[in-house]
């Protein structure tokens, strides 16, 4: 037993509240206390009462008294319930029961008490009816309320008719009436705290904000824990920007109700004015979680994402309600400028094309114009451009200049775009951006004179003298002027003789006079002089590869990427160079950082890492790259193809095809994505449906040569060989290509005869020369089934071509065998063996030559390796049931015999002839 010290005991007796008063002193002294308001001690003294007295009504009626109080309605109800459980009367209690209820915003209880009790006085049901009508509002049942109302407006008790008439006009939108009516209740009333708070909410409806503010701060003084009043009264701060005393009542409602979607909103907006973004974000999101998804939680949402830098968040979100984004503009804006950092510009342009511009959303609509002009998209970018002219200001420089170079993107307003820059330069010439635009424009349009007259201007001042003769020197060396453009150059290098564009062009200048060696040090200073200027780099790099030096010019990028580390132009065109090497593990390594850093990419990007994937054997690293680039981009064409290929590599196909239908949706009549949708189909057996996709193919495309391959190809396999067999041949007649002949080939082969197969790539040979690997190979292979001497022939040829063709070894072997020159044909495939000793085909070869050379046992095995690897070959099957009888392990064989499964009529014979072998 356990021993315990005196000092437990004496824990124990003070622990156990041994005062020496009994129940009736503890009551007296807490009725003394709460007639003084010391309400704390009020409940010490009450609680010491009832744990000696538990079913006393009287000790727990005075504790639900002082509960209401002190605004601790929860545990008020919860004692009157006590109360009423222990025998209280209900005629004596039923209407501060409902309120303690009511309060504590129990409205279904509300509802339900006191319906089935008897005998109770018309007073206290009419009051158990008030607040059963305003427990209906609370549930939004407001037709019920208004029933109850009309009934108590002409109630004796004159609280409950001014109530009810006010709850009347108010429904009615009778706001200054209703606040008459509601004034007229005495401040001592049984329903004084409701009348308050609907005095309350009365004065926020006729914009009598400050009061109301008071009135609304008062029923929370005399009922704290109300949680939907102290919601109203944060709404209204939030209103009003009194933002910390907002938060006050949000940080005692959200330590309450910590999941609240209207609280957490709110006190997002107030942390969101404080710049706090991170904590604005959390609880924002905590408000969209418990469904308070609304369009300004949406709005409010996309913006702190955004200044957080979770762009496809801030996306997600606006995009969720873009229908409502017109209510507030700023959202609007911010949602096309991040529709069009996700590349997705045209919805970008339709969503700005449906808005009221202001000055403040041009410089968006100009970038959206420019997109459209960069993706080809010139129908959409001209209905910007004019909605975008119509916003300018004709004597505003930089708007015209804007505007100017807008139009130069589109080919029928080039010369608008001209005259909108010309007219900017008149308006400010210091606008050197737009003299360097239209400039541009004129060279573009071979307006040498007019472009080199825009140098003057620059020519005129020492800042600008060097960009002036680099400009007269370069339409100078367009023109083929050498002479001329080397005097400019001079001039330019006295104006600045560090300028790196002056140096390149020198460098130009010197290579177009042969002087290598001049050009890579005028490269090479320029380099020197600033190691990111791309345009050197590139040079170098090309010079010293066609010098047949190029690990010189890559050490050189190399050192540059290793300077301009975050130079994003350096990086991919290292990765280039080491791309052009056929280096993909460099690729990958060089371009990692920016994968594991970067949410958005250029297509140039995906192109380079998918393919570099790809060409390093990391199939689902490509795959999960292209997935990333479709889902970012879904309306490029590149992207959707290399996720498609990807997909059907995986032979995914039905993925794949999924894919190509929604950008066919966009593009219904591009023929590489129906292409590839029809070869889709095809792999995974769909050929009725590859040949349906085949007849949306334009007929340029359908008709060529190429495509009616393909759909021979498919008819074939679709079982309608004879108009496959036609298509074939009308593509072969067109152009006779080596595949073409194989597909021809094989359909003769597999529904006329070998000899007619053999004879069609006879014919091929002597028309169009025995050139083609493939197609002689092919030839050979038919040889086996037609003319096997011919065939030992043909692969022997082959084998001296190519010694180290692992196929053309196996096959001559076989062929060998065929003729019965047993040791020649070990003699070659144990070559082929040396080269791939896991092959299935060799093995079985291999198996086959033990097998006419008597050895049982290792024939056994090899044939066994080979059906490892391929389970099921009825071939080797047989072969392997050939070597069991032979080494007498009959019962074996018969179970090897049973499991071949074949539609080969060769193969069904040879099988019947070994189940006879066994059963004599």
Same mark, same amino acid.
């Given at each position: 037993?356990?021993?315990?010290?005196?000092?437990?005991?004496?824990?124990?007796?003070?622990?156990?509240?041994?005062?020496?008063?009994?129940?009736?002193?503890?009551?007296?002294?807490?009725?003394?206390?709460?007639?003084?308001?010391?309400?704390?001690?009020?409940?010490?003294?009450?609680?010491?009462?009832?744990?000696?007295?538990?079913?006393?009504?009287?000790?727990?009626?005075?504790?639900?008294?002082?509960?209401?109080?002190?605004?601790?309605?929860?545990?008020? $109800?919860?004692?009157?319930?006590?109360?009423?459980?222990?025998?209280?009367?209900?005629?004596?209690?039923?209407?501060?029961?409902?309120?303690?209820?009511?309060?504590?915003?129990?409205?279904?209880?509300?509802?339900?008490?006191?319906?089935?009790?008897?005998?109770?006085?018309?007073?206290?049901?009419?009051?158990?009816?008030?607040?059963?009508?305003?427990? #209906?509002?609370?549930?939004?049942?407001?037709?019920?309320?208004?029933?109850?109302?009309?009934?108590?407006?002409?109630? %004796?008790?004159?609280?409950?008719?001014? =109530?009810? $008439?006010?709850?009347?006009?108010?429904?009615?939108?009778?706001?200054?009436?209703?606040?008459?009516?509601?004034?007229?209740?005495?401040?001592?009333?049984?329903?004084?705290? %409701?009348?308050?708070?609907?005095?309350?909410?009365?004065?926020?409806?006729?914009?009598?904000?400050?009061?109301?503010?008071?009135?609304?701060?008062?029923?929370?003084?005399?009922?704290?824990?109300?949680?939907?009043?102290?919601?109203?009264?944060?709404?209204?701060?939030?209103?009003?920007?009194?933002?910390?005393?907002?938060?006050?009542?949000?940080?005692?409602?959200?330590?309450?109700?910590?999941?609240?979607?209207?609280?957490?909103y709110l006190k997002a907006v107030i942390e969101y004015q404080k710049q706090n973004y991170p904590v604005a974000?959390?609880?924002?999101?905590?408000?969209?979680?418990?469904?308070?998804?609304?369009? @300004?939680?949406?709005?409010?949402?996309?913006?702190?994402?955004?200044?957080?830098?979770?762009?496809?968040?801030?996306?997600?979100?606006?995009?969720?309600?873009?229908?409502?984004?017109?209510?507030?503009? @700023?959202?609007?804006?911010? =949602?096309?400028?991040?529709?069009?950092?996700?590349? #997705?510009?045209?919805?970008?342009?339709?969503?700005?094309?449906?808005?009221?511009?202001?000055?403040?959303?041009?410089?968006?609509?100009?970038?959206?114009?420019?997109?459209?002009?960069?993706?080809?998209?010139?129908?959409?970018?001209?209905?910007?451009?004019?909605?975008?002219?119509?916003?300018?200001?004709?004597?505003?420089?930089?708007?015209?200049?804007?505007?100017?170079?807008?139009?130069?993107?589109? @080919?029928?307003?080039?010369? #608008?775009?001209?005259?909108?820059?010309?007219?900017?330069?008149?308006?400010?010439?210091?606008?050197?951006?737009?003299?360097?635009?239209?400039?541009?424009?004129?060279?573009?349009?071979? &307006?040498?004179?007019?472009?080199?007259?825009?140098?003057? +201007?620059?020519?005129?001042?020492?800042?600008?003298?060097?960009?002036?003769?680099?400009?007269?020197?370069?339409?100078?060396?367009?023109?083929?002027?050498?002479?001329?453009?080397?005097?400019?150059?001079?001039?330019?290098?006295?104006?600045?003789?560090?300028?790196?564009?002056?140096?390149?062009?020198?460098?130009?200048?010197?290579?177009?006079?042969?002087?290598?060696?001049?050009?890579?040090?005028?490269?090479?200073?320029?380099?020197?002089?600033?190691?990111?200027?791309?345009?050197?780099?590139?040079?170098?790099?090309?010079?010293?590869?066609?010098?047949?030096?190029?690990?010189?010019?890559? +050490?050189?990028?190399?050192?540059?990427?290793?300077?301009?580390?975050?130079?994003?132009?350096?990086?991919?065109?290292?990765?280039?160079?080491?791309?052009?090497?056929?280096?993909?593990?460099?690729?990958?390594?060089?371009?990692?950082?920016?994968?594991?850093?970067?949410?958005?990419?250029?297509?140039?990007? =995906?192109?380079?890492?998918?393919?570099?994937?790809?060409?390093?054997?990391?199939?689902?690293?490509?795959?999960?790259?292209?997935?990333?680039?479709?889902?970012?981009?879904?309306?490029?064409? &590149?992207?959707?193809?290399?996720?498609?290929?990807?997909?059907?590599?995986?032979?995914?196909?039905?993925?794949?095809?999924?894919?190509?239908?929604?950008?066919?949706?966009?593009?219904?009549?591009?023929?590489?994505?129906?292409?590839?949708?029809?070869?889709?189909?095809? #792999?995974?057996?769909?050929?009725k449906g590859a040949l349906t996709t085949y007849q949306l193919l334009p007929a340029a495309v359908a008709n060529?040569? %190429?495509?009616?391959?393909?759909?021979?190809?498919?008819?074939?396999?679709?079982?309608?060989?004879?108009?496959?067999?036609?298509t074939l041949n009308t593509s072969y007649n067109m152009t006779p290509h080596p595949v073409t002949a194989i597909?021809?080939?094989?359909?003769?082969?597999?529904?006329?005869?070998?000899?007619?197969?053999?004879?069609?790539?006879?014919?091929?040979?002597?028309?169009?020369?025995?050139?083609?690997?493939?197609?002689?190979?092919?030839?050979?292979?038919?040889?086996?089934?037609?003319?096997?001497?011919?065939?030992?022939? $043909?692969?022997?040829?082959?084998?001296? %071509?190519? @010694?180290?063709?692992?196929?053309?070894?196996?096959?001559?072997?076989?062929?060998?065998?065929?003729?019965?020159?047993?040791?020649?044909?070990?003699?070659?495939?144990?070559?082929?063996?040396?080269?791939?000793?896991?092959?299935?085909?060799?093995?079985?070869?291999?198996?086959?030559?033990?097998? +006419?050379?008597?050895?049982?046992?290792?024939?056994?095995?090899?044939?066994?390796?080979?059906?490892?690897?391929?389970?099921?070959?009825? $071939?080797?099957?047989?072969?392997?049931?050939?070597?069991?009888?032979?080494?007498?392990?009959?019962?074996?064989?018969?179970?090897?015999?049973?499991?071949?499964?074949?539609?080969?009529?060769?193969?069904?014979?040879?099988?019947?002839?070994?189940?006879?072998?066994?059963?004599?």
């Amino acid at each position: 037993m356990k021993k315990i010290s005196l000092t437990a005991v004496l824990l124990l007796a003070a622990l156990s509240g041994c005062s020496g008063k009994d129940a009736a002193e503890h009551y007296q002294d807490a009725l003394k206390f709460s007639q003084n308001n010391q309400y704390n001690a009020a409940v010490i003294e009450l609680k010491s009462a009832i744990s000696q007295a538990p079913e006393n009504i009287d000790y727990r009626l005075l504790l639900a008294r002082v509960y209401l109080n002190v605004g601790d309605v929860v545990s008020a $109800e919860k004692e009157y319930e006590r109360a009423l459980s222990n025998g209280a009367d209900a005629e004596s209690i039923a209407i501060e029961t409902i309120q303690a209820s009511y309060l504590a915003e129990n409205y279904q209880k509300v509802l339900s008490l006191f319906t089935e009790t008897a005998g109770l006085s018309t007073a206290t049901e009419h009051y158990l009816q008030f607040y059963r009508a305003l427990a #209906e509002v609370e549930l939004g049942a407001a037709d019920n309320a208004v029933d109850i109302f009309d009934k108590l407006v002409n109630s %004796e008790y004159t609280d409950l008719a001014r =109530y009810s $008439e006010a709850a009347l006009l108010l429904n009615a939108r009778n706001i200054d009436e209703a606040l008459t009516a509601v004034n007229q209740i005495a401040k001592d009333s049984v329903i004084a705290k %409701e009348a308050l708070l609907l005095t309350a909410q009365l004065q926020l409806l006729a914009t009598q904000t400050d009061d109301a503010i008071v009135n609304l701060q008062n029923y929370i003084a005399k009922v704290p824990r109300a949680l939907k009043v102290r919601l109203l009264l944060a709404q209204t701060y939030v209103q009003q920007q009194q933002f910390p005393a907002a938060d006050e009542q949000l940080v005692y409602i959200l330590q309450l109700a910590p999941e609240h979607g209207l609280s957490n909103y709110l006190k997002a907006v107030i942390e969101y004015q404080k710049q706090n973004y991170p904590v604005a974000k959390e609880h924002i999101d905590k408000a969209i979680s418990a469904r308070f998804s609304n369009a @300004p939680s949406r709005i409010l949402a996309g913006i702190t994402s955004h200044q957080l830098g979770l762009e496809v968040q801030a996306l997600s979100h606006l995009s969720a309600v873009k229908d409502s984004l017109h209510t507030y503009p @700023p959202a609007q804006r911010l =949602y096309s400028l991040l529709q069009l950092r996700a590349g #997705e510009t045209s919805d970008a342009a339709e969503n700005l094309s449906k808005a009221d511009f202001s000055e403040q959303d041009l410089s968006l609509v100009a970038s959206t114009a420019f997109q459209l002009i960069s993706q080809g998209d010139d129908s959409m970018a001209a209905n910007i451009i004019s909605r975008y002219e119509n916003m300018v200001v004709s004597q505003d420089g930089r708007s015209l200049s804007t505007l100017g170079s807008l139009k130069l993107g589109l @080919p029928d307003r080039n010369a #608008e775009g001209i005259q909108n820059l010309e007219q900017a330069l008149m308006l400010d010439p210091a606008m050197h951006d737009t003299r360097l635009v239209l400039a541009g424009s004129y060279i573009r349009q071979k &307006q040498f004179d007019k472009a080199a007259a825009l140098a003057d +201007e620059w020519l005129k001042t020492a800042e600008t003298r060097n960009a002036g003769y680099n400009l007269k020197a370069l339409t100078y060396l367009l023109q083929k002027d050498l002479d001329n453009g080397k005097l400019m150059l001079a001039e330019a290098q006295k104006a600045d003789s560090e300028n790196v564009f002056t140096l390149y062009m020198l460098a130009a200048v010197a290579r177009d006079e042969n002087n290598i060696e001049q050009s890579d040090n005028l490269l090479k200073q320029a380099i020197a002089l600033r190691s990111d200027y791309v345009p050197a780099l590139i040079a170098i790099f090309s010079s010293m590869q066609q010098q047949g030096t190029p690990e010189v010019g890559l +050490e050189i990028v190399e050192r540059a990427h290793k300077t301009h580390v975050d130079n994003n132009q350096i990086r991919m065109l290292l990765a280039n160079i080491y791309r052009s090497q056929n280096n993909f593990a460099e690729v990958i390594s060089i371009m990692q950082p920016v994968t594991d850093t970067q949410q958005q990419f250029t297509p140039a990007f =995906y192109t380079l890492m998918v393919n570099a994937y790809v060409r390093t054997d990391q199939a689902d690293k490509a795959l999960a790259l292209a997935e990333r680039w479709f889902n970012s981009d879904d309306k490029n064409i &590149q992207a959707g193809l290399a996720y498609s290929n990807l997909l059907a590599n995986a032979r995914r196909f039905k993925d794949a095809i999924v894919v190509l239908d929604k950008q066919l949706k966009l593009f219904p009549k591009e023929p590489v994505l129906l292409r590839t949708k029809i070869a889709a189909q095809s #792999e995974n057996g769909d050929h009725k449906g590859a040949l349906t996709t085949y007849q949306l193919l334009p007929a340029a495309v359908a008709n060529s040569a %190429e495509m009616l391959y393909h759909k021979g190809r498919i008819q074939i396999l679709n079982k309608q060989v004879s108009p496959g067999l036609e298509t074939l041949n009308t593509s072969y007649n067109m152009t006779p290509h080596p595949v073409t002949a194989i597909a021809i080939a094989g359909a003769y082969a597999k529904d006329v005869s070998y000899r007619r197969a053999v004879g069609f790539i006879e014919e091929h040979f002597a028309k169009h020369g025995k050139n083609n690997a493939g197609l002689r190979a092919f030839y050979a292979n038919l040889l086996i089934e037609d003319d096997v001497n011919k065939a030992v022939v $043909e692969y022997r040829e082959l084998v001296s %071509e190519t @010694p180290d063709n692992l196929i053309a070894l196996n096959n001559y072997a076989w062929v060998l065998l065929e003729v019965g020159r047993i040791d020649d044909a070990k003699s070659y495939v144990e070559q082929a063996l040396k080269i791939n000793n896991s092959h299935p085909d060799v093995l079985d070869t291999y198996g086959r030559v033990l097998l +006419e050379q008597g050895e049982l046992a290792k024939a056994k095995a090899q044939f066994e390796q080979s059906l490892a690897l391929r389970p099921g070959n009825a $071939e080797v099957q047989l072969n392997l049931a050939h070597a069991l009888i032979l080494n007498g392990e009959q019962a074996q064989a018969t179970k090897v015999l049973a499991a071949v499964n074949t539609d080969n009529s060769k193969f069904i014979s040879r099988a019947k002839a070994l189940q006879q072998q066994l059963e004599q």
